[in-house]
């Protein structure tokens, strides 16, 4: 049996993971209190496996305080009785939760307690420190759109990955931000760079004329094999910590050209190692 437990900050988009997660076959429940957790696995899933199988509970601030501090052992007592359970905790930038809320004139959850909205969206990240800490894996959607995001999940939990750690390659722009979820984070940016190839400039590390120049240039051969090493060593002392996810960063100027190239060509290098690797080129529509 398998019990997803989803969390974070309410505008990060967990409504739209859990519906993606139904559309994979789970049995999903929205804003179960943290109290019933234990109690709901030994007297619903346990009692009807079949039904029960794939689970996801979402849960959020509107918890008492103490059942939040509670939530490390209450994860313990569930693990305690072979239920193979993740949490998945997710964020957002502030400002990126203001603007999604002032577009979609939602109210926050902690607006009810007469709090303007940026000092509930301050007051609940600190209410769920306790529960973040205890994530497998921390999925930032800052700039995540709709469909990525459902991608995302789907790739999370595929058929098999919780037998074995699921690494997620992604690119990024260091001009955009740094990726807050990330395990590893590699700057591609001393590597040669297509956008000064004026006929190069238009294309993306997907394009095989970049393809063809990046192959073509042995630091970045030499950039591979060292970054490929040092994840195949240490990938396998993840695992026996049991983690579940890692995500590895590679990063260049715009997010364009050399970090998609690099994430690609780890993705292909780990998946013929039998890896289960998720792709995510976070500046490419």
């Known amino acids: 049996m398998k ?4 969390t974070g900050l309410s505008g990060s988009g967990k409504s739209i993971a859990l519906d993606a997660l139904e559309d994979c076959g789970f049995y999903c429940i929205d804003n179960l209190p943290i109290t019933l957790l234990d109690d709901f696995v030994t007297n619903v899933m346990k009692q009807d496996p079949k039904t029960y199988n794939k689970t996801a509970i979402g849960i959020d601030a509107r918890n008492h305080s103490e059942s939040l501090y509670a939530f490390a052992e209450k994860l313990a007592l569930i693990r305690a009785q072979g239920i193979y359970c993740d949490v998945i905790y997710m964020q957002a930038e502030a400002e990126v939760l203001l603007k999604r809320y002032s577009e979609t004139r939602r109210r926050h959850p902690l ?3 007469n709090l303007p909205l940026k000092e ?6 600190e209410m769920l420190k306790s529960v973040a800490k205890c994530a497998d894996l921390v999925v930032d959607t800052s700039r995540t759109h709709y469909h990525q995001l459902r991608e995302l999940i789907r790739g999370y939990v595929q058929e098999g990955s919780q037998q074995k750690i699921s690494i997620q390659m992604q690119s990024f722009g260091f001009k955009h931000g740094l990726p807050l979820d990330a395990d590893f984070v590699f700057d591609a940016r001393c590597l040669p760079n297509p956008y000064w190839n004026p006929k190069l400039r238009g294309f993306t590390g ?3 004329p970049v393809i063809d120049f ?3 240039e042995s630091i970045v051969t030499e950039f591979f094999q060292d970054i490929s090493g040092l994840l195949e060593r240490w990938i396998p002392r993840f695992e026996k910590e049991n983690r579940s996810y890692l995500t590895v960063a590679v990063g260049c100027t715009g997010g364009q050209h050399r970090s998609v190239f690099l994430v690609d060509s780890l993705a292909r290098y780990f998946q013929s190692k039998g ?3 998720i792709i995510r080129h976070r500046e490419l529509s």
């Open 275 to 277: 890896s289960n690797v």
């Open 111 to 113: 607006t009810d307690l």
């Open 120 to 125: 509930a969206i301050k007051i609940e990240k």
């Open 206 to 208: 997907k394009d095989q």
């Open 214 to 216: 990046l192959n073509s």
């Open 3 to 6: 019990l997803l437990i989803l």
